[in-house]
């Protein structure tokens, strides 16, 4: 028997820390900047001055005038890709373009949302049954939420022209929290710590854009003995980014972990059989079609014949302040469900977007 009233408890401070600093991170703005006119236009702009203005005027007036007609403000727009992949390219590069990052400064990495309804038509009661009388009290409907950024650790060039070296870190959290009787537990919680290498490609296939990411990544729910999962994997993530769609094509290895496996008394590996379910890729896409943002997430493992999907779609609500709707449908939504199948249908909020317009 466990006592989760302490545990839930801290858990619920954790989420509402996170929730804040999500809000906080992830509020995306546009800059003004003003380019200084160099001296060959100065120069140009001179010429044609004295050869048509009244001469009058001063060199030194000409000049002013020159300068302060070739200064111009610049917005600089957030690229439209620039949340949906994981890093980034030269700014001419679409694909790369959201990677490019201030050093040390925090932004957001995959999407951040809030669910405050998400139902499930098959929610895992029997990964609980070692705590007895708990899950029967699960609801259908929970809260779901993602909290997402990075930070950009070496951004100078390494071995390409706009490479680097950043880490992420994504939570996402499954809240019980119309569980009343049970003290609205958080029913799995998933850690997901990473370092990558981005750099931009010169490919440009149907004149589009190209990336290629590297990448170590742990993923665990923070659980002991039984309800335990995590694993450790490398990763190639390809990006091709065109106009207003991007596609990334993910495969990864999974690191093993030797073949005991993990049991009330001793460790060994969580989850040996993961691979079966979660596969060894992942595809995504996204597509913007005037206000609205539309996501794809695949995997597969086709051997098995098990795989995951989840369409989403975000729409605009007021001003900046936007909905999102998610469905997902397989297996591997969260780590304590890798091994089991339902459909889920959740409602709530985008705090951050694949596009930005």
């Given at each position: 028997m466990f006592s989760f009233v302490r545990w839930n408890n801290i858990m619920k401070k954790t989420a509402i820390f996170y929730l804040y600093t999500a809000l906080l991170i992830t509020s995306l703005i546009s800059v003004s900047l003003k380019v200084v006119a160099s001296e060959k236009e100065i120069l140009a702009c001179l010429i044609e001055k004295l050869n048509t203005e009244n001469l009058d005027k001063t060199v030194r007036?000409?000049?002013?005038?020159?300068?302060?007609?070739?200064?111009?403000?610049?917005?600089?727009?957030?690229?439209?890709?620039?949340?949906?992949?994981?890093?980034?390219?030269?700014?001419?590069?679409?694909?790369?373009?959201?990677?490019?990052?201030?050093?040390?400064?925090?932004?957001?990495?995959?999407?951040?949302?809030?669910?405050?309804?998400?139902?499930?038509?098959?929610?895992?009661?029997?990964?609980?049954?070692?705590?007895?009388?708990?899950?029967?009290?699960?609801?259908?409907?929970?809260?779901?939420?993602?909290?997402?950024?990075?930070?950009?650790?070496?951004?100078?060039?390494?071995?390409?022209?706009?490479?680097?070296?950043?880490?992420?870190?994504?939570?996402?959290?499954?809240?019980?929290?119309?569980?009343?009787?049970?003290?609205?537990?958080?029913?799995?919680?998933?850690?997901?710590?990473?370092?990558?290498?981005?750099?931009?490609?010169t490919w440009q296939p149907l004149g589009g854009n190209t990336a290629l990411l590297l990448g170590f990544e742990h993923e665990?729910?923070?659980?002991?003995?039984?309800?335990?999962?995590?694993?450790?994997?490398?990763?190639?993530?390809?990006?091709?980014?065109?106009?207003?769609?991007?596609?990334?094509?993910?495969?990864?290895?999974?690191?093993?972990?030797?073949?005991?496996?993990?049991?009330?008394?001793?460790?060994g590996d969580d989850n040996p059989d993961i691979t079966d379910y979660m596969g060894h890729f992942e595809l995504s896409m996204v597509y913007k079609w005037q206000g609205y943002n539309l996501l794809f997430k695949g995997r597969e493992n086709f051997k098995k014949h098990k795989g995951y999907v989840e369409l989403g779609v975000t729409f605009p609500i007021y001003d900046r302040l936007k909905g999102y709707i998610q469905y997902t449908n397989g297996y591997g939504e969260s780590l304590i469900d890798y091994n089991h199948s339902h459909q889920t249908i959740g409602i709530g909020f985008s705090l951050t977007d694949y596009f930005q317009d």
């Open positions: 007036e000409l000049k002013q005038e020159c300068a302060e007609s070739l200064l111009a403000p610049i917005v600089i727009k957030s690229n439209k890709v620039s949340n949906f992949f994981e890093q980034g390219i030269q700014p001419s590069n679409l694909a790369i373009e959201p990677y490019v990052m201030t050093p040390y400064v925090m932004t957001p990495h995959r999407i951040n949302y809030l669910l405050p309804v998400s139902y499930s038509d098959n929610v895992n009661k029997e990964a609980y049954d070692i705590i007895e009388g708990w899950a029967d009290n699960f609801g259908d409907i929970e809260v779901k939420y993602q909290l997402s950024f990075r930070v950009p650790l070496l951004t100078e060039s390494l071995f390409t022209e706009g490479d680097g070296i950043a880490f992420a870190f994504t939570l996402q959290s499954w809240w019980q929290i119309y569980a009343q009787k049970i003290s609205r537990p958080f029913r799995e919680t998933n850690y997901h710590p990473e370092f990558f290498y981005y750099t931009p490609l665990s729910n923070g659980h002991s003995s039984s309800l335990s999962r995590s694993w450790n994997r490398v990763y190639a993530n390809f990006v091709f980014a065109k106009d207003d769609y991007a596609i990334s094509f993910r495969p990864w290895w999974r690191i093993p972990e030797g073949s005991k496996i993990t049991t009330a008394t001793e460790p």
